[in-house]
């Protein structure tokens, strides 16, 4: 199979790119993701599992068929050719506020040997810039409280709670 694309690139904000240090490319996931340690990545934040390629390219293809809700990108490194920083916005739609949109950011992570270089911003920003892309009237997440630094400096504020109820 041919490398796709999760989404079409106008979504990716053009001045990201440019901040991005030499070597490094904003994209949106692709299919061909799994061979570049995409899943490796998120190993920052918890537990993935063992995904065969099979595994992965059937939720790959889930949200290519859900193309105008969920927009995950990454951030690679061109030189090795791997997957260093990826992040998602899913779009929410609503009732309220006349049918509006809300954007939630949910699954950052930047490689451990990575992080500090501002690629977690980078990526931060890139989602903002699709929520606002898409007409959301707002972008929120939930995140530890050592993470709230971090999120402060990427322009949100600490606005309710997070409950949570595990099956
Ligand atoms: N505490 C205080 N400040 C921080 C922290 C922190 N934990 N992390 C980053 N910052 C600051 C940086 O110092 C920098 O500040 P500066 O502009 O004054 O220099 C600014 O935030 C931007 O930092 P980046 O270099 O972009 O951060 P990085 O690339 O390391 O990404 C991230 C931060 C995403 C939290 C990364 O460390 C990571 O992947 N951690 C493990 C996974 C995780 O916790 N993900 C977030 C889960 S919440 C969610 O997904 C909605």
């Known amino acids: 199979m041919s490398e ?24 949106a996931l692709r299919s061909s993701d799994y061979e570049r340690g995409f899943l490796k990545v998120l190993e920052v934040l918890t537990e ?3 995904h065969t390629k099979e595994q992965y390219l059937e939720q790959f293809n889930y949200l290519l068929n ?3 809700q969920y927009y995950t990108i990454t ?3 061109d030189s090795k050719n791997v997957v260093v920083a990826a ?4 779009v929410e739609r609503k009732f309220v506020h006349k049918n509006g949109l809300v954007g939630h950011i949910e699954d ?3 490689d451990k040997n990575q992080q500090g270089k501002k690629l977690g911003l980078r990526i931060i ?10 007409g959301c009237y ?10 709230i630094p971090f999120y402060e400096k990427c322009g949100f504020k600490h606005k309710e709670y997070e409950m949570a109820w595990y099956v």
């Open 108 to 110: 950052i992570a930047v």
């Open 87 to 90: 992040g998602t916005i899913l």
């Open 138 to 147: 707002k972008v929120i997440l939930d995140c530890s409280e050592k993470n």
């Open 66 to 68: 859900h193309n105008d």
């Open 4 to 27: 796709v694309s999760l989404f079409e690139s106008s979504l990716l904000s053009p001045e990201v790119q440019a901040a991005l240090p030499a070597g490094y490319t904003l994209r």
């Open 48 to 50: 993935v599992g063992n």
């Open 125 to 134: 920003q890139a989602l903002k810039f699709i929520g606002a892309q898409r």
């Open 75 to 77: 951030i690679t490194d």
